[in-house]
C-alpha cells in the first residue's frame, strides 16, 4: 500500500478508515490475529519500556477496528481496562443506540493517537450523524508486556468521566429557556462558562419549568448532581423558561474578565439580598470551582480573622498589631512577603491593609481565643462550613474546622486546614459590607425548596472596622493596583496561598463597590492583585 493510503475494514454497518502519514503503509486488515493480539507481539518475548512507534500503530488500528466493527469485547482485549472498556463500547452501540461507526485516526504523536469518528445516532425512527474527535494513549501492560491501550471514559468521548454512560432517548429533563434577573437569556453559547451550571439547573428544575423533554444522544453523570449534558438532539423538546438570579451585564464582564487567565474563577454577588449576579469559570475541565472548589484562600481569610480578634475583644482597628520580621507559633516559624519592611507600631488596620502575616500570627495566641474560636466566627458570623447551604445548584460552603498546633495560626492566614472557594469569599466580603448573613442563591428562593442557611452576622462596631480596613487596602494597601479607577464607596483584600508543588501561589481576590461584592482566584496566579485582582475590578467595574 502506497504511504498516505487509507485501509477499509467492513463488518456490517461499522467501518474503521485509519491513514495518513502516522500510518504510513501499515494495511489495518492485516493487524489483527485471530487469537485477538497483535501481529508483532506473536510468538515474542515479553517486552519492556515504553512501545515502539510500531506497537502503538498496530494496537491503535486493531483496538479502532474492532470497535468500529462493533466488537466490544475485541476491541476491550486491546486496552489495559478490558471489562470497563467492554462494558463502556457495548453501551456506545446498545444504549447510545450508535451505529454505522467510521473511525479515522489521525496523526501519531509519540504513544499518542487522535481520531475522529463520523457516526450515526438512530432511535426510533429517528436518526442524525454524529461527528467528533478524541484520543488515547498506548501504554505497556504492566503484566503482559503488551502495548496497550490506557483505557478512560473520554476514549469513547472526551466529555465522558469515570463512571458516566452515553444515552439516547427521551432525555432525563426538559429543555430549559434560563433567563437572568431581568428576563434576558443566558445560553452556553453567548456565556460559555455557564455550560455546566445551566447542565445542572435544567436537571433540577426542568420538571418544573413547564417544558417537555426531546429525544437526544446525552451524558449521563455519574455524579447525579452535575446533571446530563446533550451531545445531539435527535427530536426537539419544549423548553420551559427558568428565571435565574443572574445579571446578563454582569455575566459577560465575568466572561472575558476569566478569559484572560487560565484555571481562573469569580462570582459576583448582591450584599443586600444574597442573589448570585455571575459565575464564570476559566478551565479545560469544566468544573465549576466557583462554587464547588475547595482551596487555601491565603491572606483574604484575614477579614473573617479579623472580624474575629475584633469581637473577641483582643484588639481593633486603631489597636496594636505588630508587623514583625517572622513570628514562631508552636515550632513553626512564618514570614511575610518578601520585601514587606517591619513596622513594630503598626495597628490592626495598617498591618491588615498591607497583609501582613506575623501580626495575625502573633496575635491568635492572645486570651480569650482558643483552637475553636476561628471556627466559631466562621460558621455564627459568617455562615461558613457548616455544609446547610441551598443555593440551587450544587455548592460547598468552605472548611474552617477547629486546628491544634500550627494550624491554628496557619488557618488564621487562610493556610492551614481552612477551604473556601470564590462563592465563599463574595458571600464573606457581602456579610463584612452589611453585617448580615445572607446565604447566595441562584435561583428565586420559592424554587429551591430547602431552608437556607442562617448565622447571627456581626456586630455594627465590626462591619465598621472591617470596612474601613478593606477600604484602606483598596485605596493604599495591597489592593490599590488592582482597584484604581474605582470610585465610590470600595473596598478589598488580597490573598496569596502557597500550595506544595506549585511554582507560583494561587492568586486570591475580594473586593466590594455599592452593593456588588466579587471574589476570585487563579490557580497559580501568583500575588492576589496580580491575577485574581484585574478580574475582581473588571466586574465591579461593569457593575451589576
Known amino acids: 500500500m502506497r504511504k498516505g493510503a487509507k485501509a477499509a475494514l467492513v463488518g456490517g454497518v461499522f467501518a474503521v478508515l485509519v491513514g495518513g502519514s502516522g500510518y504510513g503503509a501499515y494495511n489495518v486488515v492485516t493487524a489483527v490475529n485471530a487469537d485477538g493480539g497483535s501481529s508483532s507481539g506473536k510468538n515474542t518475548a515479553r517486552r519492556s ?13 486493531a483496538f479502532l477496528a474492532a470497535w468500529a466493527k462493533g466488537d466490544a469485547d475485541g476491541a476491550a482485549a486491546y486496552t489495559d481496562n478490558a471489562q470497563v472498556a467492554a462494558e463502556a463500547l457495548t453501551g456506545y452501540r446498545e444504549d447510545a443506540h ?29 436518526s442524525k450523524p454524529l461527528r467528533y474527535s478524541s484520543a488515547f494513549e498506548v501504554v505497556r501492560g504492566v503484566r503482559s508486556g503488551r502495548a496497550l491501550v490506557d483505557w478512560r471514559a473520554d476514549v469513547v468521548h472526551p466529555d465522558l468521566r469515570r463512571g458516566d454512560t452515553l444515552e439516547t432517548g427521551e432525555a432525563a429533563a426538559p429543555p430549559i429557556r434560563a433567563v437572568d434577573r431581568d428576563g434576558r437569556a443566558l445560553t452556553a453559547k453567548a456565556y460559555p462558562s455557564l455550560a455546566p451550571v445551566l447542565d445542572q439547573l435544567r436537571s433540577k428544575y426542568g420538571d418544573r ?41 454582569a ?25 448570585v449576579l455571575a459565575v464564570a469559570n476559566h478551565r479545560e475541565d469544566q468544573f465549576n470551582a466557583a462554587f464547588e472548589g475547595k482551596l487555601a484562600p491565603g491572606s483574604t481569610m484575614k477579614i473573617v480573622t479579623a472580624a474575629m480578634l475584633i469581637e473577641r475583644g483582643v484588639t481593633k482597628a486603631s489597636g496594636p498589631a505588630p508587623c514583625t520580621p517572622e513570628a514562631t507559633w508552636q515550632s513553626q516559624t512564618f514570614h511575610n512577603l518578601k520585601g514587606m519592611a517591619p513596622n513594630a507600631k503598626a495597628t490592626l488596620a495598617d498591618s ?55 494550624d491554628r495560626a496557619a488557618n488564621a492566614i487562610g493556610q492551614g486546614r481552612v477551604q473556601l472557594n470564590p462563592l465563599n469569599l463574595a458571600s464573606v466580603t457581602a456579610t463584612a459590607m452589611t453585617g448580615s448573613f445572607r446565604q447566595p442563591v441562584l435561583v428565586p428562593k420559592s424554587l429551591i425548596g430547602d ?8 456586630k455594627a462596631g465590626t462591619v465598621a472596622q472591617l470596612r ?3 477600604r484602606r487596602t483598596a485605596v493604599s494597601g495591597t489592593g490599590a493596583r488592582a482597584m484604581a479607577g474605582l470610585g465610590g464607596d470600595i473596598g478589598a483584600k488580597t490573598g496569596s496561598a502557597e500550595v506544595d508543588g ?43
Open 49 to 61: 519500556g515504553p512501545p515502539t512507534r510500531e506497537e502503538v500503530r498496530e494496537t491503535a488500528a
Open 251 to 275: 455575566q459577560r464582564a465575568a466572561e472575558g474578565a476569566v478569559a484572560r487567565h487560565a484555571e481562573s474563577s469569580v462570582v459576583a454577588v448582591k450584599p443586600s439580598t444574597g442573589e
Open 468 to 470: 474601613q480596613m478593606m
Open 209 to 249: 419549568a413547564g417544558g417537555r423533554p426531546g429525544i437526544e444522544l446525552y451524558i449521563d453523570r455519574a455524579d447525579a448532581g452535575a446533571g446530563t449534558k446533550t451531545l445531539l438532539t435527535l427530536a426537539e423538546g419544549r423548553a420551559g423558561t427558568l428565571r435565574t438570579t443572574l445579571s446578563a451585564s
Open 451 to 458: 431552608e437556607l442557611a442562617t448565622a447571627r452576622g456581626l
Open 352 to 406: 491588615f491593609a498591607r497583609s501582613c502575616n506575623t501580626a495575625f500570627v502573633k496575635l491568635v495566641d492572645e486570651k480569650p481565643l482558643t483552637d475553636a474560636s476561628l471556627t466559631e466566627e466562621a460558621q455564627g458570623g459568617f455562615g461558613l462550613g457548616r455544609d446547610d447551604w441551598h443555593t440551587g445548584i450544587r455548592s460547598s460552603d468552605g472548611a474552617v474546622p477547629p486546628s491544634t498546633g500550627p
Open 98 to 126: 450508535i451505529e454505522k461507526v467510521r473511525l479515522t485516526a489521525g496523526r501519531i504523536s509519540g504513544t499518542r493517537v487522535p481520531f475522529t469518528v463520523r457516526a450515526t445516532v438512530a432511535y426510533e425512527g429517528k
Open 502 to 544: 506549585q511554582r507560583r501561589p494561587n492568586s486570591w481576590f475580594t473586593g466590594y463597590r455599592g452593593d456588588l461584592a466579587v471574589a476570585a482566584m487563579a490557580q497559580e496566579g501568583g500575588h492576589g492583585g496580580d491575577t485574581a485582582g484585574p478580574i475582581v475590578a473588571a466586574v465591579l467595574r461593569a457593575g451589576a
